[in-house]
Each structure stands twice: as structure tokens, then as C-alpha cells.
């Protein structure tokens, strides 16, 4: 599975404002993965339809 036209929009604006850490896109679910340095969302997925949710990973 390809993102998704909203998946790129998010990363570039949270790589234009310096907030993207590490990212990881799993092609099997469509999910993109993302680091960011705010304690709201440490780790975070962005689904295919642009809605960013939090995970309960821990590192």
C-alpha cells in the first residue's frame, strides 16, 4: 500500500517545522509512524485518511 496523499501532506508540514524525529511507514497497514519531540505525541501513527492517533509504545 502507497500513502496517502494526506499521510505526505502531514510529514512535510511536520518536517518544515522541525518536529519530525523518526518516522517508519508500514507498508502492510498503510500506517506511518512518527517521533516528535512534543510530550502529546511522543509516538504516533498517521493513518491513510490524515487522522494522527497516539500508540502505547513505550521506549
Given at each position: 500500500m502507497e500513502p496517502s496523499?494526506?499521510?505526505y501532506l502531514i510529514?512535510?508540514?511536520l518536517t518544515t517545522l522541525d518536529l519530525l524525529g523518526n518516522t517508519f511507514y508500514d507498508e502492510d497497514s498503510g500506517n506511518w509512524y512518527i517521533n516528535t519531540p512534543?510530550?502529546?505525541l511522543p509516538i504516533a501513527m498517521i493513518l491513510?485518511?490524515?487522522d494522527i492517533v497516539t500508540t502505547n509504545w513505550d521506549l
Open positions: 496523499e494526506a499521510q510529514i512535510n508540514a512534543s510530550s502529546v491513510q485518511n490524515g
